[in-house]
């Protein structure tokens, strides 16, 4: 029977970020796909790279500070994958929040960002707001534009995994989870693919399967306690007619939540919603309501722009289960393990993109000395990211 330092189950963002981060450790790594790389949100993202302007407003300090510092690292480490764009914020008479509110807010993010060049923000004189893509000057009242990051998150995704089997990490697509038993200090699991089931022993487990991962986790002795989390779906729509300014971060007309109405593979993308999920993972699909609701804020902003629908796709966070609305819960990564006092399996629930590496050297820590000590290959804020094949 093969035997693994760490079994991941799932290759999204953040298993194949824990993946990557455990193989530069020198661990050996065993990562289980059921799908493909990608398949879940970590393809149905709205493929920013960022800081998190919005969560400022509940002094989520920590996790812009993170982010900022994640995006710096990515940037730096991925330049073929990630870049900076131009992000502009109108604000109208009807806007809820006004200029100084926001010239504070950015000032703070830039000051979080570490003042530099890319940190800086400006307001764009109205001489220059003819030039914004069409977008709408009626009631129009003042324009900031600063800077942050956008990627193509399934590639991003394709990368991490492929730095991680560079490094020695095993692969495999098309492996159907069926069970994790732990005997003392050792995992006994199990997988199938396609007709043949296989087995190995690791000295631990993460679960990053997103949406699936209570599932997953119920498949699992022993099973441990698991966070109260809601699946929330966000909507996505693209359209015809390419952005050539940058990136907008409007509100919606009809609820004031933030949106973003971006350049995507010449066209233009629209999103998100967030309307709770209570079917299967796998079927989560858009409304008719969501597109509707997306169609009506670039309506909006941007009246001129070619409104002819290429497509929409939906994908799911994991998120606290709260009282207040999707919006206004927090986005930090929660984990669950199977023993407080001695952890071998984590499980991750929630998180950002952005912050994949990030979480990634957290769960190795909440593992700690289950790993056993090997020689390290390589530091993640440093290894550059290959062209994913």
């Not at 800081?51 to 995006?71: D, I, K, M, P, T």
């Amino acid at each position: 029977m093969s035997e693994f330092d760490l079994v991941v189950v799932g290759a999204g963002i953040h298993g194949a970020g824990v993946a990557q981060a455990a193989a530069a450790a020198g661990s050996s790594v065993l990562l289980l796909e059921e799908r493909e790389i990608a398949w879940g949100t970590s393809s149905r993202s709205s493929k920013l790279i960022h800081g998190g302007l919005r969560y400022l407003e509940r002094a989520n300090f920590g996790l812009v500070r993170e982010s900022l510092r994640e995006r710096k690292i990515l940037l730096s480490i991925a330049p073929h994958l990630v870049s900076l764009v131009d992000f502009h914020i109108p604000v109208y008479r009807d806007t809820s929040r006004r200029p100084w509110q926001l010239r504070t807010g950015l000032s703070l993010y830039g000051m979080l960002a570490g003042f530099g060049k890319d940190a800086q923000f400006a307001s764009l004189p109205r001489a220059e707001w003819s030039a914004l893509d069409g977008l709408s000057t009626d009631g129009l009242q003042a324009v900031l534009r600063y800077k942050d990051g956008q990627t193509d998150d399934a590639r991003l995704t394709r990368a991490v995994v492929q730095s991680a089997v560079e490094m020695g990490c095993s692969l495999r697509l098309g492996a159907r989870w069926l069970s994790a038993q732990r005997e003392n200090d050792v995992y006994n699991v199990s997988w199938s693919e396609g007709a043949v089931v296989h087995e190995c022993t690791a000295s631990a487990v993460v679960l990053a399967a997103g949406p699936w991962n209570s599932l997953l986790q119920g498949r699992c002795t022993p099973k441990g306690p698991m966070p109260q989390v809601e699946l929330v779906g966000g909507t996505h729509i693209e359209l015809e007619g390419p952005l050539v300014r940058g990136i907008y971060y409007v509100e919606s007309p009809q609820d004031r939540r933030a949106v973003f109405v971006m350049p995507w593979r010449g066209h233009t993308l629209i999103g998100t919603t967030e309307t709770p999920w209570s079917g299967a993972p796998e079927a989560v699909e858009p409304s008719a309501a969501e597109v509707e609701y997306l169609g009506l804020c670039l309506e909006r902003y941007f009246p001129e722009h070619p409104s002819k629908f290429i497509a929409a796709w939906a994908g799911l966070r994991v998120l606290p289960k709260e009282s207040a609305s999707p919006f206004a819960r927090s986005r930090e990564v929660q984990f669950a393990v199977d023993n407080p006092d001695s952890v071998r399996r984590v499980a991750i629930y929630g998180g950002k993109l952005t912050g994949y590496r990030a979480t990634a050297l957290k769960v190795l820590e909440r593992l700690g000395n289950a790993m056993p000590q090997r020689a390290r290959k390589a530091d993640t804020a440093t290894l550059r990211l290959p062209d994913p094949n």
